[in-house]
C-alpha cells in the first residue's frame, strides 16, 4: 500500500473519530460545528471546514468572514449560557486534510449543565490537553447539542 493511500485510511479514521454525525450542533455554508466528544470542558466544540483544506491562508473571502461570525456567536454563546470566562480557540492541524478548530471554554468556577458538574481546571494557564475523557450518556449529548443549537440559531437570527 502507498503512503499516500495509508495516509488518507489514516485521515478517514481520524475525521470519523473526530466529530461523529450524531454530534453535529449546526451545518453551515462552509463550516460544520459538532460537539466534541470529550466534554471536560463544558461546551467543547469542533468547527470544521466543509471542504478539504489545510491551510488557513488558502480560505475564500467568504470563509473567512462565516469563520469569524460564528466564531463569535458561538463564544458568545458559551460565555453567555455556561458561564464559561473566556473560550480558546485551537488550530493545531498537521494531521487531517480538513482545517478545523478545537473550542475549549475556559471556567474560573465548575460550571453546571442540566445537573452535571464539570471541572473548571487550569483556569488561567494553558487548557490541559493530557485530562481525562469526560463521556455523557447519549440524551446528555443530545440535550447539551440542542441548548447550543437552539442559542445559535436565536444568534443567528
Given at each position: 500500500i502507498?503512503?499516500?493511500c495509508?495516509r488518507?485510511g489514516?485521515?478517514?479514521?481520524?475525521?470519523?473519530?473526530?466529530?461523529?454525525k450524531?454530534l453535529k450542533?449546526v451545518?453551515?455554508s462552509?463550516?460544520?460545528i459538532f460537539?466534541d466528544?470529550?466534554?471536560?470542558?463544558?461546551g467543547s466544540?469542533?468547527?470544521?471546514?466543509?471542504?478539504l483544506?489545510e491551510v488557513?491562508?488558502n480560505?475564500?473571502?467568504?470563509e473567512?468572514?462565516e469563520?469569524?461570525d460564528?466564531?463569535?456567536?458561538?463564544?458568545?454563546t458559551?460565555?453567555?449560557?455556561?458561564g464559561?470566562?473566556?473560550?480558546?480557540f485551537?488550530?493545531?492541524g498537521?494531521?487531517t486534510d480538513?482545517l478545523?478548530f478545537?473550542v475549549?471554554?475556559?471556567y474560573?468556577?465548575e460550571p453546571?449543565?442540566?445537573g452535571?458538574?464539570?471541572?473548571?481546571d487550569?483556569?488561567?494557564?494553558?487548557?490541559?490537553t493530557?485530562v481525562?475523557?469526560?463521556s455523557?450518556?447519549?440524551n446528555?449529548?443530545?440535550?447539551l447539542?440542542?441548548?447550543?443549537?437552539?442559542s445559535?440559531?436565536?444568534?443567528l437570527?
Open positions: 502507498s503512503k499516500q495509508r488518507y489514516q485521515i478517514k479514521n481520524i475525521l470519523r473519530l473526530m466529530v461523529k450524531e450542533i451545518d453551515l462552509h463550516w460544520s460537539l466528544e470529550n466534554q471536560h470542558y463544558l466544540c469542533i468547527v470544521m471546514l466543509n471542504r483544506e488557513l491562508y480560505l475564500s473571502k467568504e473567512r468572514s469563520l469569524l460564528i466564531s463569535s456567536r458561538l463564544e458568545f458559551i460565555v453567555r449560557d455556561f464559561a470566562r473566556k473560550v480558546d485551537d488550530s493545531s498537521g494531521f480538513r478545523r478545537l475549549k471554554p475556559r474560573h468556577n453546571e449543565f442540566d452535571m458538574r464539570f471541572t473548571a487550569g483556569y488561567g494557564t494553558h487548557y490541559n493530557n481525562r475523557s469526560r455523557l450518556t447519549k446528555q449529548y443530545s440535550k447539542i440542542k441548548h447550543i443549537r437552539s445559535l440559531e436565536r444568534e437570527e
